[in-house]
């Protein structure tokens, strides 16, 4: 089963910018999806970010869209997560999603996640 490593995490002022990088274990093939997500204390998993690991089309939750960037470099295996103007409310456990051979703008479709990483956004 392919495993997820997110990296990146931290704290930050508000305003401030963050990046996240995460490695699959095994290569991803060019019909799967990889997304970021997010859960904070009390609320449920919300997906943010999305993209096509073979087209490069993107998808973004309104809550993030024009702030955070998705990427990716398939040479590495590696997905990005671009997070600038950050706010207080984006203050969560972001994860690193896998969604095999499924439809990118259907955050619900992602079945494999990596084991989160937190980010702190100060006022």
């Known amino acids: 089963q392919v495993q997820l490593l997110e990296s990146g995490g931290g704290s930050v002022q508000a305003g401030g910018s963050l990046r996240f990088s995460c490695v699959a274990s095994?290569?991803?093939?060019?019909?799967?999806?990889m997304g970021w997500f997010r859960q904070s204390p009390g609320q449920g998993r919300e997906g943010i970010a999305s993209i096509y690991t073979g087209g490069g089309n993107t998808f973004y939750a309104d809550s993030v869209k024009g702030r955070f960037t998705i990427s990716q470099d398939k040479d590495k295996n590696t997905l990005y997560l671009q997070m600038d103007n950050l706010k207080p409310e984006d203050t969560a456990t972001y994860y690193c999603?896998?969604?095999?051979?499924?439809?990118?703008?259907?955050?619900?479709?992602?079945?494999?996640w990596g084991q989160g990483t937190q980010v702190a956004v100060s006022s």
């Open positions: 999603a896998l969604g095999k051979q499924v439809y990118c703008g259907n955050f619900r479709l992602f079945s494999y």
């Open positions: 095994e290569y991803i093939s060019v019909s799967d999806c």
